[in-house]
């Protein structure tokens, strides 16, 4: 298992490298809530479904655009980039609606300007690193360094590598995949968090004699539980991803692909790098004072 869990650690390396020269080189593909754009509001005397106007406007509509509803279907909001204007939006509206009888009445139209789609991006990345440096206080309190670093590692591994798969196939990124983000975060620092745990106990234990054969013992005493997690929390995923479409198709993504990096790096990068920091068999050794010398507590008579 050992030999699995270093090419695992080697893939995982990999995989980042990858994310990062997609980040670089493409960037992500930034939503409407982050470029920007115009948003319509209007109502429907029948229930509408997404579907279906989704389907009537995009041979009207060239550029990006997304539809969102209430759950009676009556209430809508259509967003489109930043390229287009009020008056131009409301014309295609009432086009569309007059040419496939659809029973709508337009409402109120909003311009939402690139400056606070850049207030967002700025914000939702100081509520990443914030979330971050939390964590990475948390895991450097609780862990031996070399657990603790692994655990930071495994956490921006997780991150990066989704972020890179947004990126490498350009889906849209929105504040759904946003706050898909700050759930990894957290579910790949409790998965790392078990692993390590565990092998602080181990360590603690002093029952075994080689490093390699305690870090898989800890691996295989964790790993029914993170399967069961994980295909739990996927099979939940997948049911949001089928039943809420667009409107949170992209969150559902971002959690899908977090889960399954997050489960890898919990076993082969939070398990395997301390290892390869050079952890040591005595890490929790608790150091004895040596009192023929001096060195240790002062004992006091009376």
């Known amino acids: 298992m050992t030999r699995f869990r270093q090419i695992g650690l080697v893939l995982a ?35 509408l ?23 009676d279907g009556m209430s809508w909001s259509i967003r489109q980039s930043d390229n287009s204007s009020i008056a131009a939006q409301r014309e295609v509206i009432q086009k569309v609606a007059e040419e ?30 914030f979330s971050a440096l939390c964590m990475m206080a948390y895991v450097t309190f609780r862990f031996e360094w070399r657990l603790a670093s692994s655990a930071i590692f495994a956490l921006l591994h997780d991150v990066f590598v989704v972020l890179g798969c947004f990126a490498w196939f350009q889906v849209r990124f929105d504040l759904s ?3 898909g983000l700050l759930a990894i975060m957290g579910y790949s620092l409790n998965d790392s968090i078990i692993v390590g745990d565990r092998i602080r106990e181990l360590l603690i234990s002093k029952k075994h004699n080689q490093l ?42 971002s959690l899908g692909i977090g889960v399954v990096v997050g489960t890898f790096s919990s076993i082969f ?3 395997t790098l301390p290892v390869v920091l050079g952890l040591g068999l005595d890490a929790y050794d608790i150091p004895d004072f040596d009192t023929t010398h001096g060195d240790g507590p002062e004992r006091v008579t009376e």
Not at 17 to 43: P, Q
Not at 66 to 71: A, L, V
């Open 13 to 47: 390396a990999v995989a980042l490298f990858f994310s990062l020269i997609a980040l670089t080189s493409k960037g992500l593909n930034y939503g409407i809530e982050f470029t920007g754009g115009v948003v319509t509001e209007f109502t429907a005397s029948v229930p």
């Open 49 to 71: 479904t997404q579907n279906h106007l989704l389907s009537v406007f995009e041979p009207y509509i060239q550029e990006e655009f997304r539809i969102n509803g209430s759950q």
């Open 100 to 129: 496939n009888s659809l029973p709508i009445q337009l409402q109120e139209s909003v311009f939402i300007g690139s400056q606070i789609g850049e207030e967002l991006i700025e914000k939702g990345g100081l509520a990443l690193l």
């Open 177 to 179: 995949v946003l706050a």
């Open 212 to 253: 390699n054969s305690l870090v898989n013992l800890a691996v295989k005493s964790t790993f029914r539980r993170t399967l069961i997690t994980s295909g739990t929390t996927l099979a939940t995923i997948i049911a949001i991803g089928l039943m809420a479409g667009d409107v949170l198709g992209s969150f559902a993504l």
């Open 269 to 271: 990068v939070a398990a």
